[in-house]
């Protein structure tokens, strides 16, 4: 159980180009998803936490507008980087809690999508 | 400001060696705690999750809390090549202290290394 996934799991187009990632519960509900990033050989950074129905809370430092981030339903949550730029090259993570369980329940991740702006 | 440490590392054993990982965490208030590992390219995956003081056991894992000295640490038993991957010590903090949203806290991450 809790499974979650994403997708693409690897992107690389030109500078400018705008790409959107989701984030599936595949077999549980998540009322909170969560987006990370991750530069080489460093700790996850919590960039933004996803909320079904209600605008995403955003971490000092991140852009919303550079980091949009929808969750429309109890099972989806998608992140687009607009006109995305070669510092924007890193790994992209989103996980997820079990909306049946409380809120101390681990959260499970996706795979990650590895962005790569040329 | 919350924070998890964590050394490091690399963090070398010999196969069949226990492995012992360590996180100290800042916030008195956190009440969940978890390991994660994390292979080279891959997104981090649940080793352990611990709510309590004392000791927890799964397999070749224990996790092992202290409230009171807020640290919590991993030990692997019998370690072996396949457990060679970044260990990622996770910090749930409170609601009331992360305006409004249970925070993960992740650590940096040890290293560990298990040679043949």
């Known amino acids: 159980g809790a499974v979650v996934s994403q997708h693409p799991s690897r992107v690389i187009c030109k500078s400018g180009t705008s790409v959107k990632i989701e984030c599936r519960s595949l077999?549980?509900?998540?009322?909170?998803m969560f987006w990370y990033r991750q530069f080489p050989k460093k700790s996850l950074m919590l960039m933004a936490t996803?909320?079904?129905?209600?605008?995403?809370?955003?971490e000092q430092g991140v852009e919303k507008d550079k980091f949009l981030i929808n969750h429309a339903s109890l099972t989806l949550s998608t992140l687009t980087v607009t006109s995305a730029h070669p510092e924007d090259s890193s790994f992209y993570i989103c996980?997820?809690?079990?909306?049946?369980?409380?809120?101390?329940?681990?959260?499970?991740f996706g795979d990650g999508t590895r962005l790569s702006i040329l | 400001q919350k924070e998890v440490e964590q050394n490091s590392g690399p963090l070398s054993v010999p196969e069949g060696a226990i492995a012992s990982l360590n996180c100290t965490y800042s916030?008195?208030?956190?009440?969940?705690f978890f390991w994660y590992r994390q292979y080279s390219g891959k997104s981090p995956e649940l080793i352990m999750s611990?709510?309590?003081?004392g000791d927890k056991e799964d397999g070749r894992f224990t996790a092992q809390l202290n409230k009171a000295s807020q640290y919590v640490s991993l030990l692997i038993r019998d370690s072996q090549p396949s457990d060679s991957a970044t260990y990622l010590c996770?910090?749930?903090?409170?609601?009331?202290?992360?305006?409004?949203?249970?925070?993960?806290?992740f650590g940096a991450g040890t290293r560990l290394a298990v040679h043949p």
């Open positions: 996980s997820a809690r079990d909306l049946t369980g409380s809120s101390n329940q681990p959260q499970h």
């Open positions: 077999d549980f509900q998540a009322t909170t």
């Open positions: 996803s909320n079904e129905g209600s605008k995403a809370t955003y």
């Open positions: 916030d008195r208030g956190s009440q969940s």
């Open positions: 611990i709510y309590s003081n």
């Open positions: 996770a910090v749930n903090f409170p609601l009331t202290l992360s305006g409004g949203y249970n925070k993960l806290i």
